[in-house]
């Protein structure tokens, strides 16, 4: 079967990518270093010829409001018109536990817009909302507000984060199953409280930087309460824990 990978070099792409091919499948990925470019849609009726299945994990280069949405909505038409062309089958698609409710996020309206785009274009569906990975968990602190001290700001909120590899392996059987014409949630097998994880992670590289709980923090720019990152209670659950992900996982190499 060709399943063709949007975002098929990234985090979880490559993984989706190396994967499929392991099992013998034809799996394409697809990005602007591939010669695939979502936005302007060069290169997808060429990707897209003989295809079964288009996983999509396509990603705004841009948080800020505008861009997101012209990049989600240009993007999302030009990847529908062109899947409708080539008569595709099944259209999968990586989002965010909470987008729903997040909406006070510029960027979580463009991904809720997306998500409607898919639901609306005629062509069967799988929408896989997940949880934030383990692996992005550095990036929070870096984004996250931090004091003259060098103290990082985090609210103490409940989330239930995720392996890049448990959110991988879903999204291949996502694409080798039914289309589900609907959403399926994914998340970490252990619920966590944010500040107290990130500190785990930045304690484990001997980051100087020290984490406190602070109720008023933002995350990225949101005030959450205790359900905004959790998922509902029907949700798959990865198999890989926090404490074998760090002990594991390298850190990734600073440039």
Do not use: C
């Not at 609306?120 to 996250?144: C, K, M, N, V, Y």
Request: no cysteine; glycine share 10%; hydrophobic share 45%.
């Amino acid at each position: 079967m060709k399943i063709v990978v949007i975002g098929g070099t990234g985090l979880i792409g490559s993984k989706v990518v190396a994967s499929l091919s392991a099992q013998g499948h034809e799996a394409l990925a697809a990005a602007p270093s591939t010669g695939v470019d979502t936005l302007t849609g060069k290169g997808l009726d060429e990707a897209f010829a003989g295809a079964d299945v288009v996983v999509d994990m396509s990603n705004s280069p841009s948080f800020e409001d505008e861009a997101a949405m012209h990049f989600f909505e240009t993007a999302g038409r030009n990847i529908a018109r062109a899947e409708k062309a080539a008569g595709i089958g099944h259209h999968v698609a990586l989002s965010v536990v909470g987008t729903d409710r997040l909406q006070a996020s510029g960027y979580f309206r463009a991904k809720l817009a997306q998500e409607r785009l898919i639901q609306a274009s005629g062509i069967p569906f799988t929408l896989l909302h997940a949880t934030q990975f383990f692996e992005f968990l550095r990036g929070i602190a870096d984004f996250s507000k931090t004091d003259a001290e060098g103290i990082v700001h985090l609210p103490p909120r409940r989330f239930q984060p995720m392996a890049a590899q448990d959110v991988a392996t879903v999204v291949v059987e996502a694409a080798l199953a039914s289309p589900a014409n609907g959403t399926i949630e994914v998340a970490g097998p252990e619920i966590f409280r944010l500040d107290e994880l990130v500190a785990r992670v930045l304690r484990h590289d001997k980051d100087p930087r020290r984490v406190i709980a602070d109720p008023d923090a933002p995350y990225f720019g949101l005030d959450i309460d205790d359900r905004s990152l959790m998922p509902g209670p029907g949700a798959r659950l990865g198999a890989t824990s926090f404490d074998w992900w760090l002990a594991n996982v390298p850190a990734p190499q600073k440039r």
